[in-house]
């Protein structure tokens, strides 16, 4: 099976992400009625650019090349597509970062309401077990039942703060890189 960096053109050293486009209209969201430099990408076109950039290693160098007609290639809304491009997934880290943040505020938080129940269940078992009689089997279930539920309390803090984070902190490193990318207009062959 080739490797994923076969499937791409490379020059001086940086895999291209190549776009052939007819109009500069294209590129961008057509219900996004702002500015032309603050209009949304075509989430087409957005996406493309992540699956690629999200494909390699994040050291991996990329250029994204964009063609245009030769009669369009040099006007001046050409030109501007970088500045948006760049706009657009500058915005689109800031996103994965509130993202995080909360994601992270929310992780705190059950894991202080995790610890709290833990902590309670375990005080619990403590009081069944000194209590009734050890040897009682309806007083060993409830206090093995209190273990595992204080356990299972745990179980969204430890999803939250091992797991859910990191893809966030992934995506908005790949927004970053595409933000900073080096981007080129040329003329369709």
Not at 157 to 167: A, G
């Amino acid at each position: 099976m080739p490797e994923i960096e076969s499937l791409y053109r490379k020059v001086n050293g940086k895999i291209l992400i190549e776009i052939d486009l007819k109009s500069v209209e294209q590129i961008f969201n057509s219900l996004d009625h702002a500015p032309f430099h603050e209009k949304e990408l075509d989430p087409d076109a957005a996406q493309y650019i992540v699956d690629i950039v999200d494909d390699f290693p994040l050291k991996t160098p990329f250029r994204l090349v964009i063609y245009l007609p030769v009669c369009i290639h040099c006007k001046e809304q050409a030109g501007k597509i970088p500045a948006a491009i760049r706009s657009h997934f500058r915005y689109r880290m800031l996103v994965q970062d509130l993202k995080f943040r909360e994601k992270f505020r929310q992780g705190r938080w059950a894991l202080l309401v995790g610890l709290t129940f833990l902590t309670i269940a375990l005080l619990a078992r403590q009081v069944v077990a000194a209590y009734l009689a050890a040897d009682h089997l309806l007083a060993q279930i409830f206090a093995d039942a209190l273990l595992i539920i204080g356990w299972v309390a745990m179980w969204e803090p430890v999803t939250i703060l091992l797991y859910q984070l990191w893809p966030i902190v992934k995506m908005k490193k790949v927004f970053e890189k595409i933000s900073t990318m080096e981007i080129e207009i040329l003329p369709s062959s």
